[in-house]
């Protein structure tokens, strides 16, 4: 996906849209005989509440998303039913990884901000040309 080798390093979680994490947490868990640290996310830059499921044999995780007001960008998605939302890849560099993804014809949907849930790492948002929504997490601390 990313222009240069070594942008791109790995998937590192998907992301699925929920009602109410603590709702679903634990069906989640069960269903992948996952782990869950019980630890929720409240990022106010994304609007959103957010939680990562372990599971076994992988490093990819499991990322549980609500919206967290009336306002948030993931609301209209959850209201034709929410589910899968979109792929997360670790990336070196933010701005260099989104710009690939425009040169193969994709669209930027946010410019790289900083994301609680990561620690303050910039998280960026495209959708490919085959109209896959990418979130693209920086390895680096801001």
């Given at each position: 996906?990313?222009?240069?080798?070594?942008?791109?390093?790995?998937?590192?979680?998907v992301g699925y849209v929920v009602a109410d994490i603590a709702?679903?947490?634990?069906?989640f868990v069960k269903s992948v005989n996952g782990f869950w640290?019980?630890?929720?996310?409240?990022?106010?830059?994304?609007?959103?509440?957010?939680?990562?499921?372990?599971?076994?044999?992988?490093?990819?995780?499991?990322?549980?998303?609500?919206?967290?007001?009336?306002?948030?960008?993931?609301?209209?998605?959850?209201?034709?039913?929410?589910?899968?939302?979109?792929?997360?890849?670790?990336?070196?560099?933010?701005?260099?990884?989104?710009?690939?993804?425009?040169?193969?014809?994709?669209?930027?949907?946010?410019?790289?901000?900083?994301?609680?849930?990561?620690?303050?790492?910039?998280?960026?948002?495209?959708?490919?040309?085959?109209?896959?929504?990418?979130?693209?997490?920086?390895?680096?601390?801001?």
């Open positions: 996906m990313a222009g240069k080798e070594g942008d791109l390093l790995r998937l590192h979680h709702e679903i947490v634990t069906s640290s019980g630890v929720i996310f409240h990022d106010p830059i994304q609007k959103v509440k957010v939680t990562f499921i372990d599971t076994p044999g992988t490093t990819v995780q499991i990322e549980l998303v609500a919206p967290a007001d009336e306002v948030s960008p993931v609301r209209t998605f959850l209201s034709s039913g929410g589910g899968l939302h979109h792929l997360c890849y670790e990336v070196t560099n933010c701005e260099r990884a989104l710009g690939a993804i425009r040169d193969k014809k994709g669209m930027i949907v946010r410019r790289p901000k900083p994301a609680v849930a990561f620690g303050g790492r910039k998280i960026a948002w495209a959708i490919t040309a085959e109209k896959l929504l990418i979130e693209l997490l920086e390895v680096g601390i801001v």
